[in-house]
């Protein structure tokens, strides 16, 4: 059965301590992971797409990387306002333009 | 600004009541999606269409039905067969199967 997994459930980090988020998949195929960013009672915003092993995408503090098994997203001296879920979804062959989503990372960055 | 706009942003009902959610974008996004989003699960897809005039079941279409007689718009009724319809509604669009941007959302409460 296709499924994504992200880990871990919630995450605890202080102003500036580095840490990454994981998201692993198994799909028959994948056609390309996203991340995105939501915020309490707001719609997700979109991060990053990752189309293939080895690729690498980066936007302020954030940087996600995908290997053929797994997704992390990286963040680099966090601060307050990156607090949120974190939301990761892949797009498998065959299913058209459908994604599916994993159940997030709530990300909570203390001063 | 180009974007999706879901309208109202809270929307309570009676039990036994039809109720519409609203969803338009001017992104010019062929294609279109609803969303459920529960605590502690991730994003559940209802329906998604491709194209104008077309739609299809997404993975918890029951109790649920959508129309795409415009491009630019793709509501939602939840209807009374909907046995647990409490909950917080995402509308996303997206140019084929690259990624998915989304509306703010919709908070449905169902007494």
């Known amino acids: 059965e296709d499924q994504v997994t992200q880990s871990p459930e919630a995450l605890r980090l202080q102003e500036g301590e580095s840490s990454s988020l994981n998201c692993s998949y198994t799909?028959?195929?994948?056609?390309?992971l996203f991340w995105y960013r939501q915020d309490p009672g707001k719609g997700p915003e979109f991060l990053f797409t990752?189309?293939?092993a080895g690729e690498e995408k980066e936007k302020e503090r954030l940087k996600a990387t995908l290997t053929k098994k797994e997704s992390f997203l990286h963040i680099t001296a966090p601060k307050p306002e990156d607090s949120a879920t974190y939301l990761c979804?892949?797009?498998?062959?065959?299913?058209?333009?459908?994604?599916?989503f994993g159940t997030g990372t709530r990300l909570q960055v203390t001063l | 600004d180009g974007g999706i706009t879901q309208s109202p942003k809270y929307l309570f009902r009676k039990e036994g009541q039809n109720v519409t959610l609203s969803c338009e974008q001017n992104?010019?996004?062929?294609?279109m999606y609803w969303y459920r989003q529960d605590p502690g699960q991730g994003l559940r897809l209802i329906y998604y269409?491709?194209?104008?005039?077309?739609?299809q079941k997404g993975d918890i279409a029951e109790g649920y039905s959508v129309s795409r007689e415009k491009k630019e718009s793709f509501p939602l009724t939840v209807t009374s067969a909907q046995k647990n319809p409490t909950a917080f509604y995402l509308c996303?669009?997206?140019?084929?199967?690259?990624?998915?941007?989304f509306g703010p959302g919709t908070r449905l409460t169902v007494t």
């Open positions: 979804a892949v797009h498998m062959t065959g299913t058209a333009s459908k994604l599916t």
């Open positions: 992104l010019n996004h062929d294609a």
């Open positions: 269409s491709q194209i104008v005039n077309d739609f």
């Open positions: 996303a669009s997206s140019s084929g199967a690259r990624e998915q941007y």
């Open positions: 799909v028959s195929g994948l056609r390309g």
């Open positions: 990752l189309y293939s």
